[in-house]
């Protein structure tokens, strides 16, 4: 089955683009400080450069599951990074946050389906006792990639200026495309799928609007009191239930919901939307602690934040050998101690603490969620049949977005 298809220039291809998308989307985390400054913005509004990239990937992975049954791999494949390539520009030009912001959603656009198409073809090209290794690899982009993006972003700050956090992913972003062009076959079938607007509308209102709440509930005094927080996560609560009594009813949902009948799927779904929520805000708030309460430089920041980082890429490709040899279990339970233990250390942090203390909790941080995230995302899918892959990670790429957001 595997040597049907030129795996290594697909997974190059596929992962480079991943990676450098990925990138960009912490990269700014340690320029925000600095953004606040040039573009004259509150802390609450800038969060919206994090915040807005994942609140645009929640709300069209959903659809992800259905474009991977509508197109050819090939044409998803260019899609994405058209859109990826065009955003990652105007945000590298961009001479205001409006601009700035325009080109963080165009880059979430490329990214939302960019990953699953990522997921999916790892699911038809590799058999099931070999997908631990490949997901290992993917390990490297969605939590490597992220994780090193502010020590990235802290060096392109010590000696350039922001916008080369997006100069610098251009010419890779351009490479993968090309690799793409000419190694990446059509690895599914592509079947006649009517999109049902309503599921659309439902599930854009529904995600979005948990996200918006949550984000909103940071923003101005009101908090999680405000009339606008509380309508908005109402109105999104009751347009997700819509959203999943229509997906029961119909014959062929958009997101076919059949995928929480697998146990061990919900599992690893659950595990998997812990991961970001505790990583996303632990690499927004770090880098403006470490910059404006312990009064660090930005590139001092970025590289306190390098080992753990580093150590969690490193780990990733050695924890899916190590899923395909003794399973989930081994991995997941430890790190979930461990990670347990580095949060109640980090609130105890205060600006007098060591550099050692706060360098040592986030390896520590970092090799817990890396002994988490793969091993549940990898045990979750390979419980699923075939019929399902595009539904299983259309839905594991949606709720990590959505809970990182939050």
């Known amino acids: 089955m595997e040597n049907k298809y030129n795996t290594r220039a697909i997974m190059a291809a596929l992962l480079i683009c991943s990676f450098f998308g990925y990138l960009s989307e912490t990269a700014l985390n340690i320029a925000m400080t600095n953004l606040m400054e040039v573009f004259q913005i509150s802390a609450a509004t800038v969060q919206w450069l ?16 259905l474009l991977l049954q509508m197109f050819t791999t090939r044409q998803l494949f260019i899609g994405s990074l058209i859109s990826l390539i065009v955003g990652t520009l105007i945000a590298a030009l961009a001479f205001n946050f409006g601009m700035l912001m325009f080109g963080r959603v165009l880059q979430a656009v490329g990214i939302s389906t960019l990953i699953p198409l990522l997921f999916n073809t790892i699911l038809v090209i590799y058999p099931p006792e070999k997908r631990g290794a490949a997901m290992g690899l993917v390990g490297l982009v969605t939590m490597f990639a992220p994780a090193t993006g502010p020590t990235i972003g802290g060096l392109v700050i010590g000696y350039l200026t922001w916008q080369y956090i997006f100069w610098l992913s251009l010419p890779f972003l351009v490479i993968g495309l090309l690799i793409g062009l000419r190694y990446l076959e059509n690895v599914t079938a ?4 009517r999109i049902d607007l309503l599921s659309v509308l439902l599930s854009t209102i529904g995600f979005g609007g948990v996200v918006f709440g949550f984000s909103q509930a940071g923003e101005g005094s009101g ?22 009594l229509r997906q029961n009813v119909m014959s062929n949902p958009m997101m076919n919901l059949s995928v929480f009948k697998y146990p061990m799927y919900v599992v690893g779904l659950i595990l998997v939307a812990l991961c970001p929520m505790i990583f996303m805000s632990i690499m927004i708030i770090l ?15 970025g590289l306190m934040l390098l080992p753990g980082s580093a150590l969690n890429g490193l780990l990733s490709p050695r924890m899916g050998h190590l899923f395909d040899k003794y399973g989930p279990k081994w991995l997941v339970i430890p ?14 942090l205060s600006p007098a603490s060591s550099v050692a203390f706060m360098v040592a909790l986030h390896i520590g941080l970092f090799i817990g969620i890396g002994m988490i995230f793969m091993p549940a995302q990898t045990n979750g899918l390979n419980q699923l049949p075939p019929e399902l892959y595009p539904h299983g990670t259309a839905v594991l790429n949606t709720l990590p977005q959505v809970t990182g957001a939050i």
């Open 50 to 65: 994090t915040t807005g990239y994942m609140l645009t990937i929640g709300i069209l992975t959903p659809i992800s599951g």
């Open 190 to 193: 592509v079947t006649k799928q």
């Open 223 to 244: 908090g999680w009191g405000s009339p606008v927080v509380i309508t908005s996560i109402i109105v999104g609560l009751v347009a997700l239930v819509l959203f999943i």
């Open 287 to 301: 880098p403006m602690f470490l910059q404006t309460g312990a009064g660090l430089s930005p590139f001092i920041a």
């Open 335 to 348: 790190g979930f101690v461990i990670v347990s233990v580095m949060l109640w250390f980090f609130t105890t």
